[in-house]
């Protein structure tokens, strides 16, 4: 029996990608994505599309009781420096939408729930090099309170009701396809977009910010993995903490240098440098590699050279 998946945020930087790997696994009919507003990007076009609040739920009802999906991807949430904006909201869209999206799994019968977490559940007390799976959980941020409240409630409902919820903490993602979401880390998306247009940058973290990053590709093949290991090698239901390459914005800058030599950056720290400042500058994720194997495949030098290839194609395809 072919898996009936519902994809919910799908119009996001993780939940595009996500969507356009799951078509080509299990057909554009058995996907289902879902966000608030539906995206002009083609791909939403081949297979079913819901418009879901999920803090509305009668949507939710509607949804789970139309599709019936066996496995879950929720990734609706307001990123960091968009929910220190808004406290309040952040808290209400992460938390209040993750109760009612796990009830109306359990509620159902949905087999299997990814929900992702964050680096954001680290904060000022955690070990900052090689920030081991079990640590220091003392977040300053509402974004990275909400990831680790989550987090206890994903353990929670697996000990409770026995949902098999499973998650996995992003660094900060790095894609070509979508733009940036309001996350502190998409500094790193943003600076190829204007190295290929303008030729410089303006950065709003300093440049010895060292946080950890991935590349989407990476990301989105740790949530599929993850999702698809069997039960017996998922041994933590709160999160697993995944790596992928470290640097700051002066390494990034170096590494651009080498395909386009006239870039530039300058910077100009904002309020998000005090959420960085927070965060670890790197992750051990051997805990994710010994129980389901996960391994990054990008370093600094493929991902610098991916996403500007890919850029340029996408700026001759504009032009």
């Known amino acids: 029996m072919a898996e009936k998946i519902l994809v919910i ?3 996001g930087q993780v939940g595009t990608e996500l969507v356009e790997n799951l078509q080509k696994v299990h057909g554009g009919a058995n996907v289902v994505a879902s966000d608030i507003r539906k995206s002009d990007n083609p791909l939403f076009d081949n297979g079913p599309f819901e418009i879901l609040d999920v803090l509305d739920n009668k949507q939710i009802a509607t949804v789970f009781a139309t599709h019936k999906p066996t496995i879950v991807y929720h990734l609706a949430a307001m990123l960091s420096a968009t929910a220190e904006a ?3 909201l952040g808290w209400q869209l992460n938390m209040d939408g993750t109760f009612s999206i796990f009830d109306a799994c359990i509620e159902y019968d949905v087999k299997r729930i990814f ?5 954001a559940v680290f904060g000022p007390t955690t070990p900052a090099i090689m920030t ?3 640590t220091i959980l003392e977040p300053n941020t509402i974004y990275g309170i909400t990831k680790l409240a989550g987090e206890r409630y994903c353990e929670y409902y697996h000990a409770r009701y026995g949902l098999d919820v499973r998650s996995i903490r992003y660094p900060g993602l790095i894609g070509w396809k979508s733009l940036p979401g309001g996350g502190t880390t998409d500094y790193a998306v943003d600076i190829f977009h204007k190295a290929l247009h303008q030729g410089k940058y303006e950065c709003y973290l300093n440049n010895e910010t060292t946080l950890p990053m ?3 590709e990476d990301a989105v ?3 599929l993995e993850i999702t698809d290991a069997p039960t017996t090698q998922i041994k933590i239901r709160s999160s697993y903490n995944i790596a992928g390459v470290s640097f700051n914005p002066d390494q990034l800058t170096a590494e651009i240098q080498k ?3 006239d870039f530039s950056i300058t910077y100009a720290p904002d309020h998000r440098q005090k959420i960085a400042d927070s965060w670890p500058q790197s992750i051990n994720d051997s805990v994710a590699n010994q129980q389901w194997g996960w391994n990054a495949k990008y370093n600094l030098e493929k991902l610098v050279v991916n996403m500007l290839d890919n850029l340029k194609l996408t700026l001759a395809v504009e032009k």
């Open 9 to 11: 945020g799908a119009c």
């Open 86 to 88: 808004n406290p309040k």
């Open 115 to 119: 929900w992702p977490s964050s680096i």
């Open 132 to 134: 081991p799976q079990s």
């Open 214 to 216: 991935m590349h989407m």
């Open 221 to 223: 093949r740790a949530t």
């Open 259 to 261: 395909h386009i030599p």
